[in-house]
T-cell receptor, first 115, second 109 residues
Framework: DTGVSQDPRHKITKRGQNVTFRCDPI?????LYWYRQTLGQGPEFLTY????????KSRLLSDRFSAERPKGSFSTLEIQRTEQGDSAMYLC?????????????FGQGTRLTVV | GQNIDQPTEMTATEGAIVQINCTYQ??????LFWYQQHAGEAPTFLSY??LDGLEEKGRFSSFLSRSKGYSYLLLKELQMKDSASYLC??????????WGAGTKLIIKP
């Protein structure tokens, strides 16, 4: 297993367009997280899945954002009608759901630029 | 509400020691993590504390006091490659990670 992978690594889109990002977690990990990170800030939580169930969605997330994890494996994050304020790094992470030192492993992220 | 505080930026000299502090207020506690993030890259795991005390791992050590809601990351024998942001994250009651904004560490020769 090569870790968490995200696709694409970079995306430039025009304001108003829809974009979709993909995340492939570490295969045995049952938790998958999406975060957004802007320069000089820590990761901002967007949503997370336990297997295929979306358990929590940030209140900061508008209705333009939707995420799926249809078979409990890979996940997609879609942003509709993109705005310039959506420009950020979108990070995916996965982990095991159990106590103890079960750290989250991050993908390399998708950098979105809305022009 | 839930809150994690870290200094925004710190500067240290190559070969020296630096301590990065983190204070937290969260609903529930199931462990505290430190991550390192180089510019433009994803965060990578450094350390984990769930009980009070010091955890040592090579040049890096992490300390936790649950009663004080306080942790620190200690970096010894600083190298230029240690220049990065250091993120403190607390795993809350629902096992979700709550992140600080990160501390940018600048190492000078």
């Amino acid at each position: 297993d090569t870790g968490v992978s995200q696709d694409p690594r970079h995306k430039i889109t025009k304001r108003g367009q829809n974009v979709t990002f993909r995340c492939d977690p570490i295969s045995e990990h049952n938790r998958l997280y999406w975060y957004r990170q802007t320069l000089g800030q820590g990761p901002e939580f967007l949503t997370y899945f336990q297997n295929e169930a979306q358990l929590e969605k940030s209140r900061l997330l508008s209705d333009r954002f939707s995420a799926e994890r249809p078979k409990g494996s890979f996940s997609t994050l879609e942003i509709q009608r993109t705005e310039q304020g959506d420009s950020a790094m979108y990070l995916c992470a996965s982990s095991l759901l159990e106590a103890g030192n079960t750290e989250a492993f991050f993908g390399q992220g998708t950098r979105l630029t809305v022009v | 509400g839930q809150n994690i505080d870290q200094p925004t930026e710190m500067t240290a000299t190559e070969g020296a020691i630096v301590q990065i502090n983190c204070t937290y207020q969260t609903s529930g506690f199931n462990g505290l993590f430190w991550y390192q993030q180089h510019a433009g890259e994803a965060p990578t795991f450094l350390s984990y504390n769930v009980l009070d005390g010091l955890e040592e791992k090579g040049r890096f050590s992490s300390f936790l006091s649950r009663s004080k809601g306080y942790s620190y990351l200690l970096l010894k024998e600083l190298q230029m490659k240690d220049s990065a942001s250091y993120l403190c994250a607390v795993r809350g009651s629902n096992y979700q990670l709550i992140w600080g904004a990160g501390t940018k560490l600048i190492i000078k020769p």
